[in-house]
């Protein structure tokens, strides 16, 4: 049986490994932390690690996000980007003129994997992410 998540359940350091598919080219590989750390209104969610596509060198990346009390995802400028349905589900992005389509599944649990349907005219992919807490 699926249990609430609450922004507490989140808080720490993270493995992450992420596979990139896009419809049409190579596919992406990522391999990181994400560390979610308390805020003066939420968490503070910074992922960092290295980037591998075939014929391209490795690089290193790095993302952040704010996530609020009630779950909502904002960019690191303050925009609104998702809700994580604190079950796991569906959630959905929009970025004119491309869609977002994101699943979030905590099961089973302290592992998640969240995958995003990217589509639209500018970009075709989906990606998906596995969580792991590091202990």
């Given at each position: 049986m699926p249990t609430d998540r609450t922004l507490a359940d989140f808080v720490g350091e993270w493995a992450i490994e992420r596979t990139i598919t896009p419809t049409v080219g190579p596919v992406a590989r990522f391999e990181g932390t994400a560390q979610w750390a308390p805020a003066s209104d939420g968490?503070?969610?910074v992922e960092r690690g290295v980037l591998q596509m075939?014929?391209?060198p490795p690089m290193q990346a790095e993302r952040k996000y704010h996530w609020a009390q009630d779950l909502s995802v904002f960019f690191d400028d303050g925009r609104f980007f998702h809700k994580v349905?604190?079950?796991g589900g569906?959630?959905?992005?929009?970025?004119?003129p491309d869609?977002?389509?994101g699943t979030y599944d905590f099961l089973p649990w302290p592992s998640f994997n969240v995958t995003w349907k990217v589509s639209g005219p500018r970009k075709d992919y989906i990606s998906v992410t596995r969580f792991s807490r590091n202990i």
């Open positions: 968490l503070d969610y075939e014929g391209v349905p604190p079950l569906r959630t959905e992005h929009f970025c004119d869609t977002y389509v």
